[in-house]
């Protein structure tokens, strides 16, 4: 076999990995870049050594950056008082997608689960408290999955946040049970905002 | 917006261009990248570079390689004399894969098709003639997709080459009608080249 193969097999094996990719599906999309290499595979290699070498989470909120604070934690047009807590950085572009939410976001990194042995250290939840009690903080709107561990971590966040104060909300009507943010059309997210509850 | 979501951004863009990759898996492909940067964001990058500048068609079957002829085409391990014509590199791959085939190859490069005006000259079919008549070919294997186009394709190069006297024969059991060679067992691959029969 040749260097040429070898050097192809091992660009396959490594998209085979990316979710929603299998071995199939990733010949198939090696071959298109090979045959698009001028056009596709080069801007594609460029775009992601680039994004490789800048993205970081950023040290606030956990979205994902190129510096230590993200663009939404820096930005002035930015609403103060509301932060919006998610499990996960897609969650973040959901919610972004939407257009409805002016405020900032804080990222968990994940759900609690018992099962995982995930607590709360873990996930971004001591970080929260903190800036709940240093921002200034009027309302925690919980946009967290309707999953089980989902709505277990929104339990959790509310009785924690309770001494303090400040106003927790939760997303409401529109998110269907078991539904992930991530999976949900940006009208159905939209709604779930607007008519969010006391949580 | 931040330069690093106008990045990211871009970089979803271009995935989402890959066949099998909607809008949607792109985006959570680009997370799963950055999340694993190291691991894994970075070779695939370097690994896309790498067969960008590499990859070339091979001048004498059109397969895929480093150089001007395939590591197939200069096999000294390769069987002289049979001659395995595909449309496309995908279904060579899915020929090695089935690891029956001792012989080289010839890529069409696609089928002729009426429909999209592509006649012999848009595909390896004068290449065709010419290696049959310069290299020691005493068997053309068509193993065309059992398409319209393909059978087509197949019934054009066999009068084609019934001149020449080379037995020309054709994949035959185990291919499915409407069948595509790229999504086929190997075991069914490897049935249909050993019943093969004449033209
Ligand atoms: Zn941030
Ligand atoms: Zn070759």
Redesign the interface.
């Known amino acids: ?5 070898r ?2 097999e ?2 396959i094996d ?2 085979a ?5 299998g071995p ?2 990733a ?8 045959k698009k ?1 001028g056009a ?13 070498a ?2 970081r989470e950023c040290l606030n909120c956990g979205n ?4 230590d604070l ?2 939404i934690c820096t ?1 002035a047009k930015r609403q103060n008082g509301q932060l919006c807590v998610v499990e ?3 969650d973040l ?1 959901a919610m972004e997608r939407g257009q409805v939410f002016a405020g900032r976001y804080h990222v968990l990194g994940g759900t609690l689960s018992a099962l995982d042995a995930v607590g709360p250290e873990e996930l971004r939840i001591p970080k929260l408290r903190e800036r709940v009690a240093r921002e200034d903080i009027t309302e925690v709107i919980l946009a967290l999955n309707a999953t089980v561990d989902g709505q277990t971590t929104a339990h959790y966040i509310a009785e924690e946040l309770e001494a303090t104060g400040v106003a927790v909300t939760s997303l409401a009507q529109g998110v269907p049970v078991g539904g992930e943010l ?2 949900l059309d940006d009208g159905t997210i939209s709604a779930a905002l607007k008519a969010r509850k006391t949580f």
């Open positions: 076999m040749s260097d040429a193969t050097e192809i091992a660009l490594l998209m990995r990316l979710p929603g990719l199939r599906s010949r198939r999309a090696v071959l298109h870049l090979i290499r596709l595979m080069r801007p594609l290699a460029d775009a992601m050594a680039g994004v490789a800048a993205a994902i950056g190129t510096s993200c663009g930005s996960d950085v897609a572009w991530d999976y």
